[in-house]
């Protein structure tokens, strides 16, 4: 997918976002944005604020200034439950799973903001048979096999192991078909074999959908990315193609100490 910088009509962006958290300015000025139908990387040191990019995208946090725009228009207080039918989805750092839920009612939560009852109802024993929500069960049965993990459907998640738990995650944010994906970290503690997998799966879903990576394995979003931003301490400091980011200096001194892949 082709970019140019500066961006004319990004799917999403913020602009000129800042935010204090405890007294402490997390983010400064910080405009991003994310090219339709690209895979766009947002990298930088721990503690950076690329989470905190991703809550004020995703509605959880309010910028002290700026906006966040997505197909054009400003996103004025975002309601999270909005978010999955307005075309965003997002993964949370870690897992995100709910305990309580097997791996398939995980997944059909994802979808849930589409159905009238409410899959914790489901999981209350309350009676719904409703056919909107049959189909929702079986869409989810087959984002699971998609994942080849339909076998797991009935198992909880603290009974998987940790790389099947993320794939749980990512099928949850692709069944309400989203136009774009957030995800937070979603190599994180898996295989070399299985990062292999997740960036060929997340490639594949470019260009119908677009995709805002968060990842510290370099190897992954070095081979995805279409373009990528750099955040230092709260502010960007570098954007471009992979080629371009690798081999600026500002970014290679921000690593300076890190351990890029972990
Ligand atoms: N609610 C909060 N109150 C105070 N400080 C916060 C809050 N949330 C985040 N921070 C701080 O903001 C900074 C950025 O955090 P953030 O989680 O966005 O970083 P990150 O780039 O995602 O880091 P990592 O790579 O470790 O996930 C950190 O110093 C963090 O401690
Ligand atoms: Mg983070």
């Given at each position: ?5 500066p ?6 962006s913020?602009e ?7 007294g ?29 990019v ?32 307005m ?8 897992v995100g ?35 909107e ?9 087959e ?18 192991p940790y790389?099947v ?16 994906l ?35 394995h ?45």
């Amino acid at each position: 997918m082709k970019y140019v910088l500066p961006l004319t009509h990004p799917l999403l962006s913020t602009e000129n976002v800042s935010i204090t958290l405890s007294g402490l300015k997390i983010l400064d000025d910080v405009s991003i944005g994310v090219p339709q139908g690209t895979v766009t990387g947002l990298i930088g040191p721990n503690g950076a604020g690329k989470t905190t990019v991703f809550n004020i995208m995703s509605g959880f946090l309010t910028p002290d200034e700026g906006n966040v725009r997505f197909d054009g228009k400003k996103l004025k207080h975002i309601k999270t439950h909005h978010l999955t039918k307005m075309g965003i989805s997002r993964t949370l750092q870690g897992v995100g799973l709910f305990e309580s839920l097997t791996a398939l009612e995980n997944v059909m939560l994802g979808g849930s903001a589409r159905v009238k009852s409410g899959i914790v109802a489901d999981s209350l024993g309350m009676p719904w048979a409703d056919s909107e929500q049959n189909k929702l069960r079986s869409q989810a049965m087959e984002t699971l096999a998609e994942f080849g993990i339909a076998d797991i459907a009935d198992r909880y998640p603290g009974e998987l192991p940790y790389p099947v738990q993320k794939r749980v995650a990512i099928a949850r944010s692709l069944i309400s078909d989203p136009k774009v994906l957030l995800l937070d970290e979603p190599a994180g503690g898996i295989s070399a074999s299985d990062m292999a997998e997740l960036g060929r799966m997340i490639k594949s879903w470019t260009p119908k959908r677009t995709v805002l990576l968060v990842e510290h394995h370099m190897e992954l979003v070095m081979e995805v990315c279409d373009l990528i931003w750099v955040l230092d301490a709260g502010k960007v400091i570098a954007s471009g193609s992979p080629e371009e980011v690798r081999t600026n200096p500002a970014v290679l001194a921000a690593y300076l100490g890190e351990e890029v892949s972990h």
